[in-house]
């Protein structure tokens, strides 16, 4: 088992749609957590981090942390072709570890 | 948002040459990282350093070698290029926290041997 899972994708949304991207890891005592935007080619940006259960708004992004459930989303709302890229999920593990999941590829159709 | 640059951003190399791949940022943090990715495929962690002098081995194996001679300077050699070794790298720096840690990227170094 993978310590940060994401689903690989494609996922495929239309224009002005809500973007769902999960993410699941395996450490219980992990703290943060973040999101990486990743376009083609280029280098991962930070959009979002999330340290409490709960959510997190900022913009169209919504981060949604449960640790019960050891669980991460990342909410796009209103998608714009824009948003197409890769999404990294990363958590700081118990042992101080910033770990990366493998990134799910969202396409935002026009 | 910080500062921190790669270069050069983009190297085509002969094999058996060595190569340096510099890396600097000017936030002042303590941790240095650098990740190689091939296109479409997930960040492996090579090496990282937690300050000055300091330097480990990431989790994939790597023929490559660091040093940190100075907190915002920590570049990556390849003693001998050889095709294999054709992917981006990523340089990351974060400030040192135990509970907050965010690491920023900056822009790779496409690396290409031929």
């Known amino acids: 088992q993978k310590e940060v899972e994401q689903n690989s994708g494609p996922l495929s949304v239309p224009e002005g749609a809500i973007a769902s991207l999960n993410c699941t890891y395996s450490d219980r005592v992990s703290q943060s957590f973040f999101w990486y935007r990743q376009y083609s080619g280029k280098s991962p940006e930070l959009i979002m981090s999330i340290y409490s259960n709960g959510d997190k708004e900022d913009g169209r992004f919504t981060a949604q942390l449960n640790k019960a459930s050891q669980y991460v989303s990342l909410l796009i709302r209103d998608s714009q072709p824009s948003d197409s890229a890769t999404y990294l999920c990363a958590v700081r593990t118990g042992g101080f570890k910033t770990i990366f999941g493998a990134g799910t590829r969202l396409f935002v159709k026009a | 948002e910080a500062d921190i640059y790669q270069t050069p951003r983009y190297l085509v190399i002969g094999t058996g040459k060595k190569i340096t791949l510099e890396c600097s940022q000017t936030?002042?943090?303590?941790?240095m990282y650098w990740y190689q990715q091939d296109p479409g495929m997930e960040l492996h962690l090579i090496h990282y350093?937690?300050?000055?002098?300091?330097?480990e081995k990431g989790d994939l194996s790597s023929e490559s070698t660091v040093s940190r001679i100075r907190t915002e300077h920590f570049p990556l050699t390849l003693e001998s290029a050889r095709p294999s070794h054709t992917s981006q790298y990523l340089c990351?720096?974060?400030?040192?926290?135990?509970?907050?840690?965010?690491?920023?990227f900056g822009p790779g170094t496409r690396l290409l041997v031929l």
């Open positions: 350093s937690y300050g000055v002098n300091s330097t």
């Open positions: 936030m002042g943090h303590d941790k």
């Open positions: 990351a720096s974060s400030e040192y926290s135990a509970s907050q840690e965010t690491q920023y």
